[in-house]
């Protein structure tokens, strides 16, 4: 199998294993943030949504934020325009492919209403060849303040790296501490946070994964089951955070989409490789 990076339209960037869709990069100048759509399975089923009727600024897996110097970055018809931020599709710094991944490097603008840019995100995405039962892809955002201090907020509970999800039936939460169902799930900290559903008569789940070496780890995690499937990460789910100016913040974070339900497949010995992973690359 081969993977293809193909660019089927001007503000559009996808991976295929050949001819088989895994993820799609929307980064239109129209958009208020740049996100990931569609997310394919390795059975070929779509696991994210994009703009649903209940909450169209839900866009399939994106890096947001509510709060940032008081502007939100999230929201978007449902926000008042003095408020209301865009996350800017700069640059791509690099797109490679190699046998068994491909590599994007992307430079976004966090663009406050006056036009100022409060932050520069570098969004570095791995994709990685499937293997028959799961499909991972590595993400690495470096946030860098620019001239002022930047306080990434809170409330809302619900920013970081987010997921919304496909139409499923039987949909559950769960997370490493093997806690399962809304109630006991969100809000909680967690090494990965995953949600499992039945589509298309096919069980399968999406995890996200914490890695150590980010801030607050193990994260708190925003986690929804009941009336739609949402996980994200939320390290400052109840404590507000501060970059300085000329600092960078660094998260590192892995998605798994995986067939199989939560008690076939083994999410904690993925987790454990997805760590080992990144410790033997940063002694090399």
């Known amino acids: 199998m081969t993977l293809v990076l193909n660019e089927p339209s001007e503000f559009e960037l996808s991976v295929t294993d050949e001819d088989t869709p895994i993820i799609t990069y929307r980064y239109g100048s129209d958009l208020y943030k740049p996100y990931f759509h569609p997310i394919h399975a390795p ?33 978007e018809i449902n926000c008042e325009e003095a ?40 969004c570095s995405v791995t994709v990685h060849q499937p293997e028959p039962e799961h499909q991972a892809i590595d993400f690495q955002f470096d946030l860098r303040a620019q001239s002022t201090d930047v306080v990434m907020g809170t ?23 093997s806690r399962i169902g809304e109630s006991e799930v969100n809000g909680r900290n967690a ?14 789940g999406v995890a996200i994964f914490d890695h150590p070496s980010n801030l607050r780890h193990p994260t708190r995690f925003f ?15 109840d404590e507000p955070y501060t970059i300085r100016a000329g600092e960078t913040l660094t998260l590192k974070h892995r998605v798994l989409i995986h067939l199989g339900d939560l008690f076939t497949f083994d999410l904690w010995q993925c987790y454990e490789g997805y760590v080992k992973e990144i410790q033997t690359k940063s002694n090399s």
């Open 155 to 177: 409330p809302p509970a619900y920013h970081g790296l987010c997921y919304r999800a496909a139409e499923m039936e039987y949909r559950k939460v769960t997370n490493s501490d």
């Open 43 to 75: 059975n070929g089923l779509i696991v994210t949504d994009d703009a649903p009727e209940d909450h169209v600024h839900h866009r399939g897996l994106c890096f947001t934020w509510g709060d940032v110097n008081g502007i939100n970055y999230w929201a």
């Open 223 to 237: 986690a929804l089951d009941d009336a739609f499937g949402f996980i994200s990460t939320s390290f400052a789910y």
């Open 83 to 122: 408020v209301r931020g865009r996350i800017r599709h700069r640059e791509f710094r690099e797109k490679s492919v190699s046998p068994d991944r491909v590599q994007l490097v992307i430079v976004n603008d966090w663009v406050a209403p006056d036009g100022t840019k409060p932050l520069e995100e570098i």
């Open 191 to 204: 090494k990965w946070c995953a949600l499992n559903g039945i589509l298309a008569d096919e069980a399968l």
